[in-house]
């Protein structure tokens, strides 16, 4: 299952959102060397507000070992402020029905068919998100491994708009990927997963009712 995190439901989860900066820092500072803001062992950046939602898989100890950001694009978002060069032509979206999708990662140190598992839950997950949240759009920074490859074996093919080489030599790109009831049940059938995935204090609360 993924956990829905806010900075307002972090309280029902533990140490959850702490954990989210520290796989952060793990995943992306230590194994991709980003050059990205971090303290005592935490990676954050100024998109972390009140307005952000982390999608987060944690193992038995309840370490994150997977999870992703989403951002309204109502709000400042990554996109638009550090990566203007990615923005599609039409300009830096902003609208409810867009969220930006990003901070995307699954421990390289899980066994692969837990990572394709994690892979897939986030996926899933992103989606039943933003049909719970009426939102019809993702706009994603990814490398383009993730929209060649990943995506597509699940089932999605994202509407690629810019790229941009980092100074490491990889390609990273902007996309689009639209979110629709018909779009998930694709998805779902395409990696065999037939229940929701996507877990929020509130639906706990009605379940325990």
Same mark, same amino acid.
Do not use: C
């Given at each position: 299952?993924?956990?829905l ?12 959102l702490?954990?989210?900066?520290? &796989?952060?820092y793990?995943? &992306?500072?230590?194994?991709? *060397? ?5 303290y005592?062992?935490m990676e954050?950046?100024?998109f972390?507000t ?8 944690r ?17 400042? +978002?990554?996109?638009e402020s ?5 923005l599609?032509?039409a300009g830096?979206?902003?609208?409810p ?19 394709? *598992?994690?892979?897939a ?7 039943? &998100?933003?049909?719970n949240?009426?939102?019809q759009? &993702? ?13 597509p ?5 994202p ?17 689009y ?8 049940e ?7 997963v037939? +229940? ?8 706990? *609360?009605?379940?325990a009712a």
């Open positions: 299952m993924i956990d995190l806010t900075l307002e439901t972090s309280h029902h989860y533990g140490s959850a702490a954990e989210q900066y520290r &796989f952060r793990r995943h &992306f500072i230590l194994r991709e *060397r980003w050059d990205v803001p971090n005592n062992g954050y950046d100024q972390d009140p307005a952000a939602a982390y999608l987060v898989w193992d038995t100890d309840g370490a994150v070992r997977g999870m992703v950001r989403l951002l309204p694009t109502t709000r400042p +978002y990554m996109t550090l990566w203007p060069e990615l599609p032509d830096a979206p902003r609208s029905s867009i969220w930006e999708n990003t901070r995307f990662g699954v421990d390289r140190d899980l066994p692969p068919t837990v990572r394709q *598992r994690v892979t839950e986030l996926i899933l997950a992103s989606m039943e &998100f933003a049909l949240r009426g939102v759009s &993702f706009l994603l920074i990814s490398p383009r491994a993730i929209l060649a490859r990943t995506l074996r699940a089932g999605l093919f509407a690629v708009q810019k790229n941009t080489t980092l100074p490491s030599g990889h390609v990273v790109s902007s996309a990927v639209h979110v629709t009831a018909e779009a998930l694709a998805v779902r059938n395409k990696i065999g037939s +229940y929701a995935v996507l877990r929020h204090h509130e639906s706990e *609360r009605l379940r």
